[in-house]
Antibody, heavy 117, light 107 residues
């Protein structure tokens, strides 16, 4: 069974840092691209970042220079290092696997990041 | 960036109703469009990919279609478990992947 499980969310002050993790199981992790998608409370979905199977990196303009996506294929894990956090980064963060049709076929349960003083 | 415009933003319906949600892309995306269902407190779930292909395990009352730049998600006979928010996503041009603003299907 494919599973993605996020962790690492929490309350952080503006300007602070947080590292999210996403543990994958049930499939060959190294063969897939992964994304982080976020959702502010009561709002819609916003793509944040992508790392390809070849470790090419992509970012939304709103997080470029502050967030870093990475992966560890040996640990079947995806990460998002978030620095210089702002109030507008407050959201549920989901990791999502991209399938061969550029759709997100599996999602984690999400982890909440709250940026507040 | 490709903008995705969904309509309506919300729809009130009853069990057994036929419900149609539309998504329009700001530029040509071919058939590269996906639909997701999200229930409160849960992650989105993939329903449809490449405009009209049904994801494994998704009930056949869900269908997707394309007419030019307009895409439609249809629920043929609304069931109680279908009350949720639905999002479209363009899967043609990256980065960024972009989503519609969502359509809430409520009683």
């Amino acid at each position: 069974e494919v599973q993605l499980v996020e962790s690492g969310g929490g309350l952080v002050k503006p300007g602070g840092s947080l590292r999210l993790s996403c543990a994958a199981s049930g499939f060959s992790f190294s063969g897939y691209d992964f994304n982080w998608v976020r959702q502010a409370p009561g709002k819609g979905l916003e793509w944040v970042s992508c790392i390809t199977g070849s470790s090419y990196l992509y970012y939304a303009d709103s997080v470029r220079g502050r967030f870093t996506i990475s992966r560890d294929n040996a640990k079947n894990s995806l990460y998002l290092q978030m620095n210089n956090l702002r109030a507008e980064d407050t959201a549920f963060y989901y990791c999502a696997r991209r399938d061969g049709y550029n759709a997100f076929d599996f999602w984690g349960q999400g982890t909440l990041v709250t940026v507040s003083s | 960036d490709i903008q995705m415009t969904q309509s309506p933003s919300s729809v009130s319906a009853s069990v057994g109703d036929r419900v149609t949600i539309t998504c329009r892309a700001s530029q040509d995306i071919g058939s590269w469009l996906a639909w997701y269902q999200q229930k409160p407190g849960k992650a989105p779930k993939l329903l449809i990919y490449v405009a009209s292909s049904l994801q494994s395990g998704v009930p056949s009352r869900f269908s997707g279609s394309r007419s030019g730049a307009d895409f439609t998600l249809t629920i043929s006979s609304l069931q109680p478990e279908d009350f949720a928010t639905y999002y479209c996503q363009q899967a043609n041009s990256f980065p960024p992947w972009t989503f519609g603003q969502g359509t809430k299907v409520e009683i």
